[in-house]
């Protein structure tokens, strides 16, 4: 029985940038002083230190439960999947802050390079675990993929970010990165009711630069990589508010006050409220 993933639009095969994203990044964090790896970032209220420990969990889970099949703890009765990875994680960096940097930075290039290897040898086209924040069911591996890269570089970035480097923000990095954000967008959209054939067009410009449709076909959004004839709105946002809404580093509001929206301003507003992480809503 195959499922129809089709709506998440065209395939993207990011398995050749780990190993660059991963080398990388070791260089980055080699190049630290031990006053920038106190630094803090904007992510979870973890310093620079946290963050790369985190990058190591990601590493050491991915390997064990996928490549090993060892099965990972599982959420408590009643907690929730994003409360419960703020708490797993939360604990996994706490544990590590006893580790050094020197030794830190060791474990993420000897795990960084199984992880780039292990991507190299799956099937991009089968159907793996849920991403969640793209919909419920089974997705394909390519999307696996692509969200675990796209991950990586996020956290890359928020690291270049407290230090003041420049980051991976090539086309051939960031590009890749914006388009598996927007297979978040139908899901984003799904509560939203439109006739048939209605459009929302997503613009991106510099250096993840494209152009997302996303159009109500047959009771469900669909996303299209191309542009649509005549969208009932259009959202266009630089690549720096794209990632960084994609990614909760600032919210929707933020976001609309350096857009450029045209057209039905609910679809729109909708439209931002996209999240392409594992995310839930600050308590009020």
């Known amino acids: ?33 031990p006053a920038q790896w106190a630094l803090p970032t904007i992510c979870l209220g973890w310093d620079v230190k ?36 703020d708490r797993f994680n939360g604990e996994w960096v706490a544990a590590a802050r006893r580790i050094s940097p020197r030794l830190l930075i060791g474990q993420l290039q000897a795990t960084g390079d199984q992880v780039a290897e292990f991507w190299q040898a799956v099937d991009p086209d089968a159907l793996g675990e849920a991403v969640s924040w793209a919909g419920p069911g089974p997705a394909p591996v390519w999307l696996d993929a692509a969200r675990d890269f796209s991950e990586y570089w996020t956290h890359h970035r928020q690291i270049c970010d407290a230090t003041g480097q420049p980051g991976l923000m ?3 990095h960031a590009g890749p990165v914006i388009d598996t954000f927007m297979r978040a967008l139908p ?79 609910h679809l729109a507003t909708a439209a931002l409220q996209i999240v392409s992480i594992i995310w839930s809503p600050p308590n009020p």
């Open 50 to 85: 946290d963050v790369a420990a985190h990058v190591l969990g990601d590493h050491i889970g991915r390997l064990s439960r996928h490549r090993d099949g060892y099965a990972a703890p599982r959420p408590r009765n009643g907690e929730r999947l994003p409360a419960f990875l």
């Open 187 to 265: 899901h984003t959209l799904r509560n939203v009711t439109a006739p048939e054939g209605t459009a929302l067009q997503m613009t991106v410009t510099g250096p993840g630069a494209g152009e997302w449709a996303c159009t109500r076909d047959a009771g469900r959004w669909s996303l299209h990589r191309l542009p649509h004839s005549k969208p009932a709105a259009h959202v266009e946002l630089d690549t720096d508010t794209a990632w960084r809404l994609c990614t909760r580093g600032i919210t929707p509001q933020q976001a609309a006050r350096r857009a450029r929206i045209d057209g039905d301003h």
């Open 170 to 172: 090539s086309p051939g």
């Open 1 to 33: 029985m195959t499922t129809d993933v089709s709506w998440l639009g065209p395939p993207i095969d990011v398995r050749p940038l780990f190993a660059p994203q991963q080398a990388a990044f070791a260089s980055l964090l080699r190049g630290l002083t």
